[in-house]
C-alpha cells in the first residue's frame, strides 16, 4: 500500500514539474511566442520543421512547451512592438538558434542557453553588454551594427567558425583560441589593430572601412578572401604567407609597398587610389582574372602573359608603358587619363571594351589588333588618326573632344551608339553603316568645321539642316578624303617570243588581282594594261588571277609589299608567258541605245582574242532583215547578205579586244512588218577561225532586246533577255548598265555599285567586258562590286553625256528551270544621291524544248543513299548527261555521257545534302538527295 501512494505521488509531482507556466514578464516578447505555429517560422522543432510553442492552447507557455523549441527567432513580429526583456528564455534551453535582432534593453545574458550554435543579435542598438560565457557549441555569432556594445568576450567560445562583429565601438578584439573560424567580419569598427594569426582556418575576412593602421596575418595558408580597403591608416600589409588567397581588397589605404610574388592563386587584386603605391609587380600572379590598379602614382605597369587576365583598370595614374603581351583573355581596359604618347598593345583577340579617353598626348590609335571590340571611348584624348577598320563588332564608339580629322565608321555594321561632339578639327565624317538611329544627336547642331558628311539615304533629310550649309551630304563613302594610302603601281607584260618581258612586250590589259592583307581581301580590274592601286599602311599580297590560268604562267605569282617600308608609289611589274598552245577567241554583242519603233539604234560588236597565239577569222551579227536594216558601220562590212553582216580580222593578238560599232533602223509601227513596243529583236553573234577553239561556248552569243516606248538612260538589262535557255545554267550571262548625266554640270566621278545575289551567282567569275570610259572595279565585303570611273568629266548636253559599263557573269550551277534571277545596281554621280536602276529578271526556260518535272520521269533509290545511286526512268527519256553539286554549288561528280548510265557511284562523297542535275531530250531538272 506504501508503494501505491508513493507511485502515486510521485505522478503528481511530475505532472506538476511538466505543466510548469513560464512567467515571461515582456508581454511582446510572451506574444510572439504565442503566435509561433506551422504557418510561420517563429520557433521550429528538431527536425527544422515549424511548431506552435503554445501545443495546448492555454495561452501560456509551460517548461514543456519551451523544450521542444530548437530554433527560435523573435525579430519575426517586430512589428507587434519593440521587445525590452527576454526573461523566460532560459527555460529555452535546448535552442540552437536564436534570432533576437532589434531587442531593446542594454543588457543580454544568454549564458544559460548551453546548447545554443547560432546566435543572431544584430542592430540591438541599445545592447551595451552581451553575455555568452560557457556557450561553447556556439559556431555562429552575429552581433553586427550594435552601436553601444563596447565589449565582446569571447574567450572559451572554440566552436566558433562564423563571427560577425561589425559596426561596433570596440577598441580591441581578442581572437585567441579561435581556431574554427573560417569567416571574420568586423568591418567598419574602430579597431586600430587586429592579429588574426591564430585563425588558421579562415577563409574570408572583411575588414574594410575602417581605422586599422596594423593587419597581423602570419600564415593563413586557408585564406581565399580579404578586404581591407578604405583604411586610410593602413601602411603596411605583409600578405606573403597567404599561399592560396584569390581575392585582396586593399584600395584606399596608404600603402607604399606591396608584395604578392608568394600569391600565385590570386584571381582579384584591387590596390585603386593608393597613392602612395608607385610600383607593384604582378607577374607571378599567374592566375590573376581582375586588376584594378587605378588612381595610382604608377608610371609603368607590365601585366605581360597573364593569360587569365580578364578586366584591368588602370585609369587615372601615371602611365607612359603598358605592356599586356600575351594578355590573350583580356575582355576589359580602361587606361584612361594616363601619360601614354604610343598605345601599341599586341593582339588582344578577346577584348570588348577600351577606353583611353583622356590620353592627351595619344596622337593615333589602332585597333586591327582587337577583332572582337564592341565599346571604344577615346574622349578628351589627343588622337588626330583613329583606325577601326578591324573591329567589326564594334557596337559604340565614343571620340568627343579629340583632334580628329577624318572619321570613318561606314564599315561598322553593329554600330549603333556614337558620340563625335566637341571635335574642331573634324571635316570628313561617314556614318553610313545602315544602323545608326538618325534621331539620336551625336553631333552638335550645325558644326562649322564639317565639310563633309556621308550618311544611309533614308537619313539624309534629317541630317541636313544639322549639318549646316557648307556641308556635302551625300551616300557614297567609298572615297576618303585625306585619308593615308600608299600606291602600287605596275605593267602586265606578255612574253610573246618567250625571250623575256622586256618594255617593247605586247601588254596584257583587262587582268583581275586578288589583294589581301592576311585579315581583309578585295578584288581589282583595269581595263587598261597598267594598274594602280591604293592600299593602307601594313603588308599587302597582290595576285594576279587570270580567266584562262592554264593558259598562262606569270611571274612572279604574287608579290609582298610592306608600306610605308617601301617608297610610295611602288612598282611592281608581272611577266606572263605562254604554256602550250590554245586557241580561244570570244564575242558579245551589246546595245548603245535602247531598241524603239521607227528609231535608229547602235550596238557596239566586241571580239576579242582569250588564247595565247594570234588568230584570224570572221564575225558575224544574224538578226531579222525584214525589220531591221543597215546604216552605218565602222569598220566597213565585209560581206552582207539577208539577215546576216559578217566582218574579217586579222593577226588578233593575245589578250586584244576590237569593237565594232555599227547602226540599224527599227521599222516603225506602220511599217509591214511593223515594230511594236515589247517586240523582241533577236541577234545571233558568232566568231570563227581556221583553229579549232577549246571554249566554243562564247563562239556564240545571242542578244534578245526588247523593244520599248519610252526608257530610262539609267539602266541595267542582261542582255539574254528574260527568258533564257536551260544551257546557260552555270554558264555565263552578259549584264549591261547604261547611265547618263542628266544634270547642269560635268560629273567628274561616276561609281557603278552592284550586290551581286551570291545564291544566284559565282562572283569569282565576274569580268568586265566593255565600257564607254576607262574604269576600275574593285570587289570587297562578300558580294559588292563597284565599277569606278573617276575623273572622266561626263559632259551634261545630250550628245555626249551618255555612258556604260558590261561585265559577265556565271549563273550557280544549281539553278533549274523555272529559276529566276534579279539584279539592280546604284549609280552615283559625284557621290551624291544614288540612282537605283530597273531590276533586270530573267528566267530560266527552255526554248524548242520542254522541261520536265523530276519525278514525273525519274526516280532515285535508295534515298538516303550509301554507296551507288540508281536512276530509274518511269517514262520515255532520253539522258543525256549527269551532274552533281554540293550545297555550295560545286560540282563534285560530272558523268558527260550518261545514255546507257543507270546509276553511280556516291561512296567518296562525305554526309549531306546533294544535288543531282539531268540533262535530257526534255530539257534540264534536279533533284535533292541525302549522303549517309
Known amino acids: 500500500m506504501k508503494k501505491i501512494y508513493f507511485l502515486l505521488l510521485a505522478l503528481c509531482f511530475f505532472n506538476g514539474l511538466t505543466a510548469q507556466v513560464i512567467t515571461i514578464p515582456d508581454a511582446v516578447f510572451k506574444g510572439i511566442l504565442l503566435k509561433a505555429d506551422i504557418t510561420n517560422s517563429i520557433a521550429k522543432d528538431i527536425n527544422g520543421n515549424a511548431i506552435k510553442i503554445d501545443a495546448n492552447n492555454n495561452s501560456e507557455i509551460e517548461v514543456s512547451e519551451a523544450l521542444n523549441v530548437y530554433s527560435l527567432y523573435t525579430y519575426i513580429l517586430l512589428s507587434e512592438g519593440i521587445v525590452k526583456d527576454l526573461s523566460g528564455i532560459e527555460y529555452f534551453s535546448n535552442l540552437k538558434d536564436l534570432n533576437c535582432s532589434g531587442f531593446y534593453s542594454q543588457n543580454l545574458d544568454l549564458s544559460s542557453l548551453k546548447n545554443l550554435e547560432k546566435l543572431v543579435c544584430s542592430e540591438t542598438h541599445q545592447m551595451k553588454t552581451l553575455n555568452i560565457s560557457g556557450l561553447t557549441k556556439l559556431k555562429y555569432l552575429d552581433t553586427n551594427h550594435c552601436v553601444n556594445l ?42 586600430t589593430a587586429l592579429d588574426v594569426t591564430e585563425l588558421v582556418n579562415l577563409k574570408k575576412m572583411y575588414c574594410f572601412e575602417g581605422q586599422l593602421t596594423t593587419i597581423t596575418l602570419g600564415k593563413l595558408s586557408n585564406l581565399e578572401y580579404l578586404d581591407c580597403r578604405e583604411n586610410q591608416y593602413l601602411k603596411t600589409l605583409n600578405v606573403s604567407g597567404l599561399i592560396n588567397l584569390q581575392s585582396l ?80 583573355a583580356l575582355e576589359q581596359l580602361d587606361c584612361g587619363n594616363n601619360k601614354f604618347t604610343t598605345l601599341n598593345l599586341g593582339s588582344l583577340p578577346n577584348l570588348k571594351e577600351l577606353d583611353c579617353s583622356a590620353n592627351t598626348l595619344l596622337s593615333t590609335l589602332e585597333t586591327s589588333n582587337y577583332p572582337n571590340l564592341q565599346t571604344l571611348t577615346c574622349d578628351g584624348s589627343g588622337i588626330s588618326n583613329l583606325d577601326v577598320s578591324g573591329s567589326l563588332k564594334l557596337s559604340s564608339l565614343y571620340c568627343q573632344a579629340t583632334k580628329l580629322a577624318v572619321l570613318d565608321v561606314s564599315h561598322l555594321k553593329e554600330l549603333e551608339s556614337l558620340g563625335v561632339r566637341d571635335n574642331p578639327l573634324l571635316t570628313h565624317l561617314m556614318i553610313k553603316n545602315g544602323k545608326l538611329y538618325s534621331g539620336y544627336s551625336f553631333l552638335e547642331d550645325k558644326p562649322s568645321h564639317l565639310k563633309y558628311l556621308c550618311v544611309d539615304e533614308e537619313n539624309i533629310n534629317y541630317y541636313r539642316p544639322i549639318a549646316g550649309k557648307d556641308c556635302e551630304i551625300n551616300t557614297y563613302c567609298n572615297f576618303i578624303p585625306g585619308k593615308a594610302y600608299y600606291i602600287v603601281n605596275g605593267v602586265n607584260k606578255f612574253n610573246f617570243d618567250n625571250q623575256g618581258c622586256v618594255r617593247n612586250n605586247s601588254t596584257y590589259p583587262n587582268i583581275k588581282y586578288t589583294i589581301t592583307n592576311g585579315t581583309n581581301s578585295g578584288d581589282f580590274y583595269s581595263n587598261k594594261d597598267s594598274f594602280s592601286i591604293p592600299v593602307q599602311e601594313g603588308t599587302v599580297n597582290i595576285r594576279p588571277v587570270l580567266e584562262n590560268p592554264g593558259y598562262f604562267t606569270v611571274s612572279p605569282t604574287s608579290a609582298n609589299i610592306s608600306f610605308p617600308a617601301q617608297s610610295s608609289p611602288f612598282t611592281q611589274d608581272f611577266c606572263i608567258s605562254s604554256n602550250g598552245v590554245h586557241q580561244d577567241l570570244e564575242v558579245v554583242l551589246i546595245p548603245l541605245e535602247a531598241a524603239r519603233p521607227g528609231f535608229d539604234v547602235k550596238y557596239k560588236l566586241i571580239y576579242r582574242n582569250k588564247g595565247n597565239v594570234t588568230q584570224s577569222g570572221t564575225v558575224n551579227v544574224a538578226f531579222d532583215d525584214a525589220v531591221l ?57 558568232t566568231i570563227a577561225a581556221q583553229e579549232t577553239d577549246e571554249t566554243p561556248a562564247d563562239n556564240l552569243f545571242t542578244l534578245n532586246q526588247t523593244v520599248v516606248g519610252s526608257y530610262d538612260p539609267n539602266d541595267k538589262t542582261c542582255l539574254e533577255g528574260s527568258v533564257i535557255t536551260p544551257d546557260l545554267i552555270g554558264q555565263y550571262v552578259h549584264y549591261m548598265i547604261r547611265f547618263e548625266n542628266t544634270g547642269t554640270y560635268p560629273a567628274q566621278n561616276i561609281v557603278v555599285k552592284d550586290m551581286i545575289d551570291l545564291s544566284k551567282f559565282d562572283i569569282s567569275t565576274l569580268v568586265p567586258t566593255s565600257s564607254s570610259h576607262p574604269f576600275e572595279t574593285k570587289i570587297s565585303k562578300g558580294n559588292k562590286v563597284e565599277f569606278i570611273f573617276e575623273n572622266i568629266h561626263l559632259p551634261f548636253d545630250d550628245a555626249h553625256n551618255d555612258g556604260y559599263i558590261a561585265f559577265k557573269i556565271k549563273t550557280k550551277p544549281t539553278l533549274v528551270v523555272g529559276d529566276s534571277f534579279t539584279n539592280e545596281a546604284n549609280i552615283y554621280f559625284d557621290y551624291n544621291f544614288p540612282i537605283l536602276t530597273n531590276k533586270a529578271v530573267s528566267t530560266f526556260k527552255t526554248l524548242g524544248t520542254h522541261d520536265f518535272e523530276f519525278s514525273n520521269y525519274l526516280t532515285l533509290y535508295p534515298v538516303p543513299v550509301t554507296d551507288r545511286l540508281n536512276i530509274h526512268t518511269t517514262q520515255t527519256i532520253e539522258i543525256k548527261a549527269l551532274e552533281i553539286y554540293d550545297i555550295l554549288g560545286q560540282i563534285v561528280i560530272a558523268v558527260p555521257n550518261a545514255q546507257s548510265f543507270a546509276g553511280v557511284d556516291v561512296s567518296r562523297l562525305a554526309r549531306g545534302t546533294y544535288f543531282i542535275k539531268v540533262k535530257s531530250d526534255k530539257g534540264s531538272s534536279a533533284m535533292k538527295f541525302i549522303k549517309q
Not at 572559451?156 to 567558425?161: A, F, I, M, P, V
Not at 580580222?649 to 579586244?657: G, I, S, V
Open 629 to 685: 536594216d543597215i546604216l552605218l558601220s565602222n569598220p566597213s562590212v565585209s560581206a552582207q547578205a539577208l539577215n546576216s553582216l559578217s566582218w574579217n580580222f586579222a593577226n588578233l593578238q593575245p589578250f586584244e579586244k576590237r569593237e565594232i560599232v555599227f547602226t540599224l533602223n527599227a521599222n516603225a509601227p506602220t511599217e509591214n512588218p511593223a515594230v511594236n513596243n515589247g517586240d523582241i529583236l533577236k541577234f545571233t553573234t
Open 150 to 191: 563596447g565589449s565582446l568576450n569571447l574567450s572559451g567560445l572554440t566552436n566558433l567558425e562564423y563571427l560577425n562583429c561589425s559596426q561596433l565601438p570596440i577598441t580591441s578584439l581578442n581572437l585567441s583560441g579561435l581556431t574554427k573560424i573560417t569567416e571574420l567580419r568586423c568591418y567598419k569598427n574602430v579597431l
Open 249 to 328: 581588397y586593399c584600395r584606399s589605404t596608404r600603402l607604399t609597398t606591396l608584395d604578392v610574388s608568394s600569391l600565385t592563386n590570386l584571381k582579384l587584386l584591387d590596390i585603386a587610389n593608393t597613392y602612395r603605391l608607385i610600383d607593384i609587380n604582378v607577374l607571378n600572379c599567374k592566375n590573376l582574372v581582375n586588376f584594378y590598379c587605378s588612381n595610382s602614382l604608377l608610371t609603368n605597369l607590365n601585366v605581360s602573359n597573364l593569360a587569365n587576365l580578364t578586366i584591368l583598370d588602370c585609369s587615372d595614374s601615371q602611365l607612359t608603358n603598358l605592356n599586356v603581351t600575351g594578355c590573350t
